[in-house]
């Protein structure tokens, strides 16, 4: 079985690389993080016009009618820059549960300005610390009205809707809501990636209508997780990979004692290490894209795989910039840091780490006992 990606695709990887090379280099990220801005609106506007939004979007809905295997490329080419836009959100959590779950009517309506960049959407899971499902879910939706807080939300405080994750008597499902409503209440969160915002957000008997016109239930939600943990590898992939490529150019150019100090043994085999996890978890996130692509029965394995592996390879590839850069990678000038920010900001974003590793566990039992 090839896991590869096509030619076409690895064009598009080409074209994608070389745009954000121009648009959106690590200056911009650093912008970001250090002004008021929740994001980078003017990347987020060529990125519009360049149709990626749209990537996954059949044409029918104003999207290019591509696939998850392309949206997969983008989304590592997006993570290498660490681009301070609210990609994530509106494609990988937004976008993909009206395609998967949304009524023909919502489609309609919320895709074409989806893909066009015009909305900007998100998905309100959290109610504080602790894994929904594990305990009850607090927002409630009574008489068609929503009631309760979420936190933190991602982009919470510049998106135009969210899907949030809600309960009516026992079922549980996903509500729409308008965040420009007026019985709706935002206050942005300090993160540790100022570059791309989090907020809490509150509503008081809030108008909402049903994703998919009536409660979806846990299994859908945890499947719309599962979708958007496998393009969100993809990111940290990215991210780990520029680290890795920044940090070997600086060991081999750096020199002490007369040799570069990346032939002395003490840092050649922490990069060769290295290398290896980054080489394994690329391996995970071409099995999720599979997956992802083909609705693949094994995709919940396959997310789970990806997801863990990922987060794991991300934290250690920001961890290992900073201390091999030595004294200056604890800089504020270097830009170690912006991926160490954006390593923690992306293991948190669909729940920490040792969730997911207890979902694998859980999963693979499942699969045994079949």
């Known amino acids: 079985m090839n896991f590869d990606f096509s030619d076409d695709q690895k064009l598009l990887r080409e074209n994608v690389r070389a745009f954000l090379s121009k648009e959106a280099p690590l200056t911009l990220c650093r912008q970001v993080l250090?002004?008021?801005?929740?994001?980078?609106?003017?990347?987020?506007?060529?990125?519009?016009?360049?149709?990626?939004?749209?990537?996954?979007?059949?044409?029918?809905?104003?999207?290019?009618?591509?696939?998850?295997?392309?949206?997969?490329?983008?989304?590592?080419?997006?993570?290498?820059?660490?681009?301070?836009?609210?990609?994530?959100?509106?494609?990988?959590?937004?976008?993909?549960?009206?395609?998967?779950?949304?009524?023909?009517?919502?489609?309609?309506r919320y895709l074409p300005a989806l893909a066009r960049g015009e909305t900007i959407g998100t998905l309100a899971?959290?109610?504080?610390?602790?894994?929904?499902?594990?305990?009850?879910?607090?927002?409630?939706?009574r008489s068609g009205k929503l009631s309760g807080t979420k936190t933190p939300v991602p982009d919470g405080d510049i998106a135009d809707f969210a899907l949030v994750t809600a309960k009516s008597g026992r079922e549980v499902g996903l509500a729409l809501v308008d965040l420009h409503a007026s019985e709706v209440r935002r206050e942005r969160l300090?993160?540790?990636?100022?570059?791309?915002?989090?907020?809490?957000?509150?509503?008081?008997?809030?108008?909402?209508?049903w994703l998919g016109g009536r409660p979806c239930g846990w299994e859908t939600i945890h499947h719309l997780f599962d979708r958007a943990a496998v393009?969100?590898?993809?990111?940290?992939?990215?991210?780990?990979q520029r680290a890795f490529e920044i940090t070997r150019e600086y060991?081999?150019?750096?020199?002490?004692?007369?040799r570069p100090i990346g032939s002395f043994q003490a840092l050649k085999h922490r990069l060769a290490d290295w290398y290896v996890e980054l080489e394994l978890t690329r391996s995970n996130c071409y099995y999720g894209a599979w997956a992802l692509s083909n609705e693949a029965p094994e995709l919940a394995l396959a997310a789970c795989g990806a997801r863990v592996s990922a987060t794991a390879t991300f934290e250690l590839a920001s961890k290992e910039m900073i201390q091999m850069h030595g004294g200056m990678g604890f800089t504020w000038e270097h830009d170690a840091h912006l991926f160490y920010r954006r390593a923690r900001y992306l293991a948190a974003i669909l729940g920490p780490a040792p969730v997911w590793r207890e979902r694998l566990v859980a999963t693979l039992e499942i699969r045994e006992e079949a």
């Open 34 to 108: 250090e002004s008021d801005s929740s994001y980078s609106a003017t990347l987020w506007q060529a990125i519009a016009q360049q149709g990626w939004l749209g990537t996954a979007v059949p044409e029918s809905y104003g999207g290019a009618g591509f696939g998850r295997l392309e949206l997969a490329v983008i989304a590592e080419e997006l993570g290498r820059v660490l681009a301070p836009v609210p990609f994530g959100s509106s494609v990988y959590l937004a976008t993909e549960a009206l395609l998967v779950a949304g009524t023909e009517e919502q489609k309609q």
């Open 125 to 141: 899971h959290y109610e504080g610390p602790g894994e929904l499902g594990q305990r009850p879910v607090q927002t409630a939706v």
């Open 190 to 209: 300090e993160s540790i990636d100022p570059s791309r915002s989090v907020a809490t957000l509150h509503f008081q008997r809030v108008p909402v209508e």
């Open 231 to 240: 393009l969100y590898a993809f990111e940290q992939l990215g991210g780990a």
């Open 251 to 258: 060991t081999l150019s750096r020199y002490a004692f007369g």
